[in-house]
């Protein structure tokens, strides 16, 4: 997204195919910057101090104390390269900076920044529920989680308020999934894991005294997916997707090593 001058420094954004991200690049680094870049790695620097992606809100200036986006750094033959842990979000505003300062090169301490957003896709088919494991419509009493599959890579920050346990009358069974702090992704966003609540699983411990297993044998739950969920480039689900199923007994087996293997 950034033009290349030889023999200069470039900030680029490059999709590498073999990845399921787009990362940001600095290049055409000269040979003695390179040299006291490992230097630099050797005493313990960081390439974090040097290269850092961050999260544009609004109009904010570049002195600003933006939001970080996370990764890991590969030390290119010319530069450093950022893969994001998650894919960047399409339509979402990043600004990238390269600082050599760190590096204590004399004539070397230009900052580069770059700020950019990976566009919409248009044209894609309508992202929707591929499957929701277990694919059983009979689930034990004690089940500890569910995985949603999804047909796109999806954006965080709409579980808590889309995914729900129904139980038979249609309403949500209060404080039966577990809230978790962060959304549990896979790295390509298409795999999202739903726990019910371990402290009502745990038997003998305060919620489950107080409340009881979030599940009960014999009833009947939806695990109700809305429609509401935004995939990567923006779109709303094609529909709601519903997993209903009828609960067993708790599966209770023991490990050879004698331990119990569900709570």
Known sequence: MNAKSPNQPSLTVDADPCRPAAGVSVCNLDPDLMISLGRHLQTGGLLQSMLRVRVVRGAAPIGDDLPAVFGHYHVLEDGIRFIPHFPFERGLSYRASFDPRPLGRPGHSNVLTLEFSLPSEQGTLSTEVNQIFPSSDCLPENLLRFYVCFSNSMQRGRVRSEISLLGSDGEPVPDALYPAPVELWDRSMRHLTILLDPGRLKRGVGPNREL????????????????????????????????RFRVTDAVRVRLSSGRSFLP
């Open 212 to 243: 009881g297993p979030p599940l009960e044998t014999g009833q009947v739950y939806t695990l109700a997916v809305g429609a509401g969920m935004i995939d990567s480039s923006g779109s709303r689900l094609s529909g709601t997707f519903c997993k």
